[in-house]
Nanobody, 124 residues
Framework: QVQLVESGGGLVQAGGSLRLSCAAS????????MGWFRQAPGREREFVSA????????TYADSVKGRFTISRDNAKNTVYLQMNALKPEDTAVYYC?????????????????WGQGTQVTVSS
């Protein structure tokens, strides 16, 4: 049974940083691309970032490019999202997701397993 458990969310002032972690279990983590998505109140879930099965190829939403960095440690079955220069508009619940495929995608439909989410709140 696939399990994805996010941690690292919290309340931070604008300009601050947070690092999200997602611990995976129940499947062959090193064979799957991983992604981060977020959902703000009243809005649809949106793509944030993704990495391929190796961690060598990454993709970012334009809104976070240059501020967020995705990485993974296949030895620890964990994917990370380093978030710097946070803005109030980054406030959302952040979800970790495991892809059906080895190569990264920006589409929700390519991700078959989801974590429970972690709240990130950025105050102005």
């Amino acid at each position: 049974q696939v399990q994805l458990v996010e941690s690292g969310g919290g309340l931070v002032q604008a300009g601050g940083s947070l690092r999200l972690s997602c611990a995976a279990s129940g499947y062959r983590f090193s064979s799957s691309a991983m992604g981060w998505f977020r959902q703000a109140p009243g809005r649809e879930r949106e793509f944030v970032s993704a990495t391929d099965w190796t961690g060598g190829s990454t993709t970012y939403a334009d809104s976070v490019k240059g501020r967020f960095t995705i990485s993974r440690d296949n030895a620890k079955n964990t994917v990370y999202l380093q978030m710097n220069a946070l803005k109030p508009e980054d406030t959302a619940v952040y979800y970790c997701a495991a892809s059906k495929w080895a190569y990264e995608s920006t589409s929700l439909h390519d991700f078959s397993s989801w974590g429970q989410g972690t709240q990130v709140t950025v105050s102005s």
